[in-house]
């Protein structure tokens, strides 16, 4: 089973990219806070959700046509939401995973027929539910910082101005990410929570549109290569160009990825999160060697594929040649060589794209 692994840093220059509501502690003001995690003996460490993230790049999946993006609708009932749960007919069901359960409490039937919203809904014959192919980590600062507030005035009134605080931070955020390949396009009927991504109506409608069937344990049906990588290739175009996050009319925040750092692995293990890190001393990013060098040593045989390093120009350019020394030197001393390719972030994706698109490479999705 391959999976795309990942490694992600966020250059977050003077940012409030994830907040987390009223300051809790007295203040004088109105205080927004960011999210942060507080570490003993280190300090504070702001951090975006994964949740922030992916609604990050859903959204801009959704609001880019040139990505063709089919994206779910999503339909409210009471205290609960949920998209159409159908991944056969949309790409963000398909890669992003759902849950649906439809209320069983009495009227609950009649008021989603009266709902005008669900006319062209996919009738639900039981509950189902699909684990997201496409994972996220929770991105945190790369070292501790010092949050800072701004103070400001809504002004533009004839009495006294109205005070209010905000909390903002620098720092390079850093996460993972993980694309489950086997998963994207395939749709089990399972019975297990997560693996009933179909129930009847799905799986009449897996065979009218000509799905193959996948008999024995997996129990499952799968769309054809091309549709598959179609999906997979808009998702990974979208996270080159991605936008979003909080305080952007103060802030403005570029969310793309000044770093992305890309293998094909057999199995959902991530290696990649300790290839770089921080400088003890000043907290600015910092290639790591020895685990550049070990990383490669013990997961060689897990690698499918190239290591796709993409690294934006202008950002901690002296660590980005150190990168490259450190793997050039790897192949000098491993008879097993790893081939890299580097560029932007957004040209290495599209090679990845490439490659995965390649004949030769057909077993990554199987």
Do not use: C
Not at 93 to 119: C, H, I, V
Not at 157 to 172: A, C, I, L, S
Not at 199 to 204: A, F, G, L, T, Y
Not at 290 to 309: G, M, P
């Amino acid at each position: 089973m391959a999976f795309l692994t990942g490694l992600i840093l966020l250059d977050a220059p003077a940012s409030a990219l994830n907040n987390a509501g009223p300051l809790l502690e007295p203040a004088s003001t109105n205080v927004k806070a960011v999210k942060h995690i507080r570490v003993r003996g280190q300090g504070i460490f702001p951090y975006v959700s994964a949740q922030a993230f992916r609604f990050w790049l859903r959204s801009t999946l959704e609001e880019s046509p040139e990505l063709e993006w089919k994206a779910a609708p999503v339909f409210r009932e009471a205290k609960t939401a949920y998209t159409d749960a159908n991944p056969i007919k949309y790409w963000d069901d398909d890669l992003f995973g759902y849950m649906r359960a439809p209320s069983k409490k009495p009227g609950a039937e009649e008021e989603r027929r009266e709902d005008q919203s669900r006319e062209h809904q996919t009738p639900t014959s039981t509950g189902i539910s699909r684990i997201s192919p496409f994972r996220v980590s929770t991105f945190v600062a790369l070292a501790p910082v010092s949050i800072t507030r701004d103070y400001g005035t809504m002004s533009r009134n004839d009495g006294h101005p109205v005070p209010y605080e905000h909390e903002f931070y620098r720092t390079v955020l850093k996460g993972l990410i993980s694309l489950n390949l086997q998963a994207a396009g395939t749709f089990s009927y399972a019975s297990r929570t997560g693996y009933r991504n179909l129930d009847d109506v799905r799986i009449e409608l897996a065979q009218t549109v000509g799905l193959a069937h996948i008999n024995g344990r997996e129990k499952a049906y799968r769309m054809n290569r091309r549709e598959r990588l179609q999906r997979i290739a808009a998702l990974l175009r979208g996270l080159a160009i991605m936008y979003g996050g909080a305080r952007q009319t103060l802030h403005y925040t570029d969310v793309t990825p000044a770093i992305l750092i890309a293998t094909i692995m057999r199995g959902g293990n991530n290696p990649l999160q300790y290839l770089i890190g921080s400088d003890s001393n000043t907290g600015d990013i910092r290639v790591m060697p020895e685990a550049i060098h070990q990383t490669f040593r013990v997961w060689r045989q897990q690698i499918l594929s190239k290591l796709y390093v993409g690294w934006v120009h202008g950002f901690a350019d002296d660590q980005r040649e150190q990168f490259k020394s450190e793997l050039q030197a790897f192949n000098a001393q491993y008879p097993q060589k790893l081939d890299f390719t580097a560029g932007h972030p957004r040209e290495v994706l599209e090679e990845l794209i490439t490659d995965l698109s390649s004949d030769i490479h057909a077993d990554w999705l199987a």
